[in-house]
């Protein structure tokens, strides 16, 4: 008998789940009613464009949906076996992936490290989008040195995003990972764009990985005020 656990692996069954993922998103999406601040910020988007969309670990599910139809976009998705699931659903959302795995130091030499972070800049120089989460397993709310350094080698701002659900569920794992239901409001944030120096130092590297990091607190806990009035503390806030 097959273990349930071979039957997740399984090609067919990853990407079964990432289609029904990916119109799971859609119906969440197109059926909560979201407030959004500032009020123009899926317009500034291309203002800044390419950038680097930044978000949390576990808050990331309906960032998809924050790309303007008219712009290009990928998204770094680990390498992992279970990233695989995350990957065709973002396919699935007109998003492109990118494999590889981001670091809290400056080494980015493990877990396709160098391929992943290689082909973001290529990506932004070549005038993409991208998407990435700013903290790195399993360190939940701590911004890596990788996102800071693809801004500072690409010259593309970072820009911090949040989306929050009042309906939802939130799993009991490392990032706490938030699955948003549908049928209910929402808020989305997006913070200041930040810039890296290409000459920037190591100090510099390090104040800039801190504005990421308090940027995305501030973002995420307004987005949960703006849907239900928390602060985010029951997502890992």
Same mark, same amino acid.
């Given at each position: 008998m097959v273990s349930f656990r071979k039957l997740t692996h399984a090609p067919w069954f990853q990407r079964a789940a990432g289609v029904t993922a990916a119109h799971y998103l859609q119906l969440v999406w197109h059926t909560t009613r979201f407030a959004v601040e500032p009020l123009d910020a899926l317009e500034r988007i291309p203002q800044h464009a390419p950038l680097i969309l930044a978000f949390w670990h576990g808050q990331h599910f309906l960032t998809p949906f924050v790309k303007p139809p008219n712009l290009r976009a990928k998204v770094l998705?680990?390498?992992?076996?279970?990233?695989? +699931?995350?990957? &065709? !659903?973002?396919?699935?959302?007109? +998003?492109? /992936? +990118?494999?590889?795995?981001?670091?809290?130091?400056?080494?980015? $030499?493990?877990?396709? %490290? &160098?391929?992943?972070?290689?082909?973001? #800049?290529?990506? =932004?120089?070549?005038?993409?989008? #991208?998407?990435?989460?700013?903290? #790195?397993?399993? @360190?939940?709310? &701590? !911004?890596?040195?990788?996102? #800071?350094?693809?801004?500072?080698?690409?010259?593309?701002? +970072?820009?911090?995003?949040?989306?929050a659900t009042r309906r939802r569920f939130v799993l009991d794992n490392w990032d706490r990972t938030t699955i948003n239901l549908p049928f209910g409001r929402g808020g %989305?944030?997006?913070?200041?764009?930040?810039?890296?120096?290409?000459? !920037?130092?190591?100090? /510099?590297?390090?104040?800039?990985?801190?504005? @990421?990091?308090?940027?995305?607190? $501030? &973002? /995420?806990?307004?987005?949960?005020? =703006?849907?239900?009035?928390?602060?985010?503390?029951?997502? %890992? %806030?």
């Open positions: 998705i680990s390498r992992h076996r279970d990233g695989e +699931i995350n990957a &065709v !659903a973002a396919e699935r959302l007109g +998003i492109e /992936t +990118i494999r590889g795995s981001g670091t809290h130091g400056t080494d980015f $030499a493990k877990k396709g %490290g &160098v391929f992943g972070f290689s082909e973001l #800049v290529r990506a =932004l120089k070549e005038g993409c989008n #991208v998407a990435m989460t700013a903290d #790195v397993p399993k @360190v939940s709310r &701590v !911004a890596g040195f990788g996102i #800071v350094k693809l801004a500072q080698m690409s010259g593309r701002p +970072i820009y911090p995003v949040a989306i %989305g944030v997006a913070g200041a764009p930040i810039h890296v120096p290409l000459d !920037a130092d190591s100090q /510099t590297l390090e104040l800039a990985r801190r504005a @990421v990091e308090d940027s995305l607190n $501030a &973002v /995420t806990a307004r987005a949960y005020e =703006l849907a239900d009035g928390t602060t985010g503390e029951q997502a %890992g %806030g």
